[in-house]
């Protein structure tokens, strides 16, 4: 039996949070061993009370409000770790689970050796479109491309090989963490993913999608944009709040960090700025405009073989 510890850090989204653990409730364990833990990062919405309530086993982890996700989710694991897991299942709280995800996360890490899996991720008001899955690397293009036109009916039916996992489900073995370590919360405070997952790439871990275990994430919300902000929250957005989903600091250590190689990520970022100059120019929406690549030949390039 292969024991389970599901991790994610929550701060007040109560309803979103009883919503993950309700999902979780219902899931396929298939004799697998699974044990919750959920750091509470400072709520103040009860929704610690309300977890305590309803679900009793849940092992929460208190913090003081200054975690975020990263560190949030690192403090997690150090407590899962003292279970003596086989795998850890790191989440967000705002999805819901395919009953059988799970079990078909650990059946295809164990098919395949020093693997990290990830989860199909969908989203949950248009559940034929894939979320954030499979970004790749393309230094001539300005760094990661998310391919925005997804959906079900494009992947392959088997596990692929990817460059990178988002860190909505990442099924994690235990070995990768204690030979790697945790995410980098002092560089990263809010989007540890986006360099932990390359890292264990580069480390000789094999980063696979299984495209069975399906989970619906809730979409993203739209960042407030830099030309209606105010100057002082400019500064803080772009270069001070690490956090923040346009700090260009933050930016920059993704690419460096997250790219093939330290010159790839160097190069990928001085093209990415050469190409929003050229946006503002020119007046595109959209940095993503213009791909002329067969998605599908893509996907099949990348499925692994049995």
Not at 240 to 246: A, E, P, V, Y
Request: charged share 25%.
């Amino acid at each position: 039996m292969k024991r389970i510890e599901i991790v994610t850090p929550v701060h007040n989204r109560r309803e979103l949070t009883l919503q993950c653990l309700r999902s979780l409730a219902r899931i396929e364990t298939n004799e697998l061993d699974v044990h919750i833990v959920i750091v509470d990062d400072g709520s103040t919405d009860g929704t610690r009370e309300a977890i305590k309530k309803d679900f009793p086993t849940v092992e929460i982890v208190q913090g003081d409000g200054n975690l975020w996700f990263t560190e949030g989710t690192n403090v997690g694991i150090r407590a899962a770790l003292k279970h003596n897991p086989d795998y850890v299942l790191m989440i967000n709280d705002d999805q819901v689970f395919d009953s059988k995800f799970l079990w078909q996360m650990v059946e295809t890490a164990e098919k395949y050796p020093r693997s990290v899996i990830g989860s199909l991720l969908l989203l949950w008001d248009e559940p034929h479109k894939l979320f954030q899955v499979s970004p790749k690397w393309e230094t001539w293009k300005g760094g990661w491309q998310l391919w925005e036109q997804q959906t079900i009916w494009m992947i392959p039916k088997k596990p692929w090989e990817v460059e990178i996992i988002v860190g909505n489900c990442v099924l994690v073995p235990v070995e990768a963490i204690r030979e790697e370590g945790l995410m980098d919360a002092k560089r990263y405070p809010n989007f540890g993913d986006a360099e932990y997952t390359p890292r264990l790439k580069r480390k000789g871990w094999k980063l696979l999608i299984d495209p069975r275990a399906r989970v619906f994430c809730q979409p993203n919300t739209v960042p407030k944009k830099i030309a209606t902000m105010t100057l002082r929250e400019k500064a803080d957005a772009l270069f001070l709040n690490l956090g923040h989903i346009q700090n260009l600091r933050r930016r920059y250590y993704t690419y460096i960090d997250g790219a093939p190689t330290k010159f790839h990520g160097i190069v990928g970022f001085s093209i990415f700025f050469i190409r929003l100059g050229w946006q503002k120019i020119s007046g595109k929406s959209k940095l993503q405009k213009g791909r002329e690549k067969d998605i599908a030949t893509l996907f099949a390039k990348s499925v692994v073989k049995d």
